[in-house]
T-cell receptor, first 115, second 118 residues
């Protein structure tokens, strides 16, 4: 069975600095999708960035980028120039490309941004 | 475009009572999901609908939980009778198309319904 592990329950970053959130996963599949979702306090969860496993190039969305290491089954999120609005829970998620295509979420990392 | 709507936002009940949560997905979204998010954990899928048919309910505790999606639009999740361990946030999400091999099926979430069972 696939699993997603986020080993950092909480992280802090100074405003304007860079922070990296870690995620590892386990799967026997070769083709899949990986996602980072952001959940601000009392707000809905939104997609931050996605990565297709068959693409070697790391995905980038403005200040957000990933470091996808397929062999190591690692998928970290880098946030550059951190802003107060980045404070939230961040969830790493895996989705297979077969079967029921179910999403599997990690336990989340709470990011605090210090002014 | 209106997002995923959920109600109520908060509910407090005694154990063994019943509760129902409602979700209205984004218009035109065929796939609807209910997730349970216990404090300190990631969302866990309870049930996935494709239109008004069930795709996956393998993790739904069917002795106490039920869900329906009549007419393939809005959905209701019911818990009866509630237990203390059901205290959680119940998230509804929808996607335009069902995820597939080449389709990411991005999830759009509602704000959630927070349940406290005393």
């Amino acid at each position: 069975a696939q699993t997603v592990t986020q080993s950092q329950p909480e992280m802090s970053v100074q405003e304007a600095e860079t922070v990296t959130l870690s995620c590892t996963y386990d799967t026997s599949e070769s083709d899949y999708y990986l996602f980072w979702y952001k959940q601000p306090p009392s707000r809905q969860m939104i997609l931050v960035i996605r990565q297709e496993a068959y693409k070697q190039q790391n995905a980038t969305e403005n200040r957000f980028s990933v470091n996808f290491q397929k062999a190591a089954k690692s998928f970290s999120l880098k946030i550059s120039d951190s802003q107060l609005g980045d404070a939230a829970m961040y969830f790493c998620a895996y989705r297979a490309t077969s079967g029921t295509y179910k999403y599997i979420f990690g336990t989340g990392t709470r990011l605090k941004v210090l002014a | 475009e209106a997002g995923v709507a959920q109600s109520p936002r908060y509910k407090i009940i005694e154990k063994r009572q019943s509760v129902a949560f409602w979700c209205n997905p984004i218009s035109g979204h065929a796939t609807l999901y209910w997730y349970q998010q216990i404090l300190g954990q990631g969302p866990k899928l309870l049930i996935q609908f494709q239109n008004n048919g069930v795709v996956d309910d393998s993790q739904l505790p069917k002795d106490r939980f039920s869900a329906e999606r009549l007419k393939g639009v809005d959905s209701t999740l019911k818990i009866q009778p509630a237990k203390l361990e059901d205290s959680a946030v119940y998230l509804c999400a929808s996607s335009l198309v069902p995820p597939g091999r080449a389709i990411t099926g991005e999830l759009f979430f509602g704000e959630g319904s927070r349940l406290t069972v005393l």
